[in-house]
């Protein structure tokens, strides 16, 4: 069955440092890969998007992400970190017309 | 600013009530989608539809109903028989149904008394 696995539940970072969140899939071919954030009581918003091509793809609000096939992951990366980051981060695969999410991991900025 | 309108953002139910959640996109898209979302597990799908007055069960359907009358409109019914209906609720939109590329809502947080 297909799966997406977000292993961190919360991290914890420091103002300033840098962030790499995890996301793997399980998958017989290669998805759609996506990430997506989340303020409290908010909507979902679209950080990025992976189809095809260069495997480094840059995104809104400073992110990237990086998709390595060998390893079937899709992790997101800021290289500093603001207060405002401070949200949920879901990552999500699209494949044959279904879309699935991870469980998600919180962010959590300290100054 | 085209986008995708919720309402309510937050409703109270009494057990045994159906409440109906409304949702609205203008940016004429054809998908839309009903998510559920409980702390811990992600986003599970309910309904979606890919054109009007078609719609498909998701992996958590049972005791909820949609319509798509309009290609804007998108409303979610949660009926008596959902056994644990306190959610929070996304509605989201594509341009193409299935890639995952997703506009959401900000959401309806349901609870039942």
């Known amino acids: 069955a297909q799966s997406v696995t977000q292993p961190d539940i919360h991290i914890t970072v420091s103002e300033g440092a840098s962030l790499e969140l995890r996301c793997n899939y399980s998958y017989g071919a290669t998805p759609y890969l996506f990430w997506y954030v989340q303020s409290p009581g908010q909507g979902l918003q679209l950080l990025l998007k992976y189809f095809s091509g260069d495997t480094l793809v840059q995104g809104i609000k400073g992110f990237e992400a990086e998709f390595k096939r060998s390893q079937s992951s899709f992790n997101l990366r800021k290289p500093s970190v603001h207060w405002s980051d401070a949200a949920e981060y879901f990552c999500a695969v699209g494949l044959y017309q279904k879309v699935t999410f991870g469980t998600g991991t919180k962010l959590q900025v300290i100054p | 600013d085209g986008g995708i309108t919720q309402s309510p953002k937050y409703l109270f139910r009494k057990e045994g009530q159906n409440v109906t959640l409304s949702c609205e996109q203008n940016?004429?898209?054809?998908?839309m989608y009903w998510y559920r979302q409980d702390p811990g597990q992600g986003l599970r799908l309910i309904y979606y539809?890919?054109?009007?007055?078609?719609?498909q069960k998701g992996d958590i359907a049972e005791g909820y109903s949609v319509s798509r009358e309009k290609k804007e409109s998108f409303p979610l019914t949660v009926t008596s028989a959902q056994k644990n209906p306190t959610a929070f609720y996304l509605c989201?939109?594509?341009?193409?149904?299935?890639?995952?590329?997703?506009?959401f809502g900000e959401g309806s947080r349901l609870t039942v008394l």
């Open positions: 539809s890919q054109i009007v007055n078609d719609f």
């Open positions: 940016l004429n898209h054809d998908a």
């Open positions: 989201a939109s594509s341009i193409i149904q299935g890639t995952g590329e997703l506009f």
